[in-house]
């Protein structure tokens, strides 16, 4: 069998057996409000450089007590907020897989029943001048504005280091 129908299959068994219907049994799994992946191109005479610098620069100010976020740095950076009083240190909410992934250097599994109100990654194109920016939140009203603040923060810093940065592609974003 196919995968995807083999999944199919397994699916409509899972909604017989809890007697459950589709949007009900996928509700835990409803997607966030999200900015889909925002591309902003760099241009100066080292985009790796400047790339590395704002990822150093998010690090900096998102691991301050003050921010109460975690921070990895598995693909980029990746910063979830806020911390949970149960889970007081990134190693306790982004936990290592040890059959899969027993590094933790590729990927980790959060914990169980940590779910941050917003999380952010940013991380640089291997092969262009683009840093891609991918932002969800919880409340969807808050969207827009907490991701064009990350966004303007990171055009600010490029700026002030002799970069020029412009919007490539917004996503799902109302930017320009």
Not at 50 to 65: C, K, P, T
Not at 93 to 108: A, E, M, N
Not at 144 to 152: E, F, N, P, R, T
């Amino acid at each position: 069998l196919d995968s995807g129908l083999f999944a199919l299959m397994m699916f409509w068994d899972l909604l017989l057996e809890s007697g459950q219907t589709c949007s009900k049994a996928l509700a835990p799994y409803a997607a966030w409000p999200h900015s889909g992946e925002v591309n902003l191109r760099i241009e100066c005479g080292d985009w790796r450089g400047m790339s590395a610098q704002v990822i150093q620069m998010l690090e900096d100010r998102f691991s301050s007590d003050a921010e109460n976020s975690y921070v990895t740095k598995l693909d980029g950076i990746g910063v979830y907020h806020p911390k949970s009083p149960d889970l007081p240190k990134t190693d306790d909410f982004l936990q290592i897989d040890p059959q899969g992934d027993p590094s933790g250097k590729t990927y980790r599994l959060v914990a169980k029943d940590y779910r941050p109100d917003w999380w952010f990654n940013v991380r640089a194109s291997n092969n262009e001048p683009l840093l891609r920016i991918n932002y969800e939140c919880q409340d969807a009203a808050h969207l827009q504005s907490q991701a064009k603040g990350l966004i303007d923060a990171v055009h600010a810093f490029c700026v002030k280091h002799g970069a020029t940065v412009e919007v490539e592609s917004p996503g799902n974003l109302a930017i320009t």
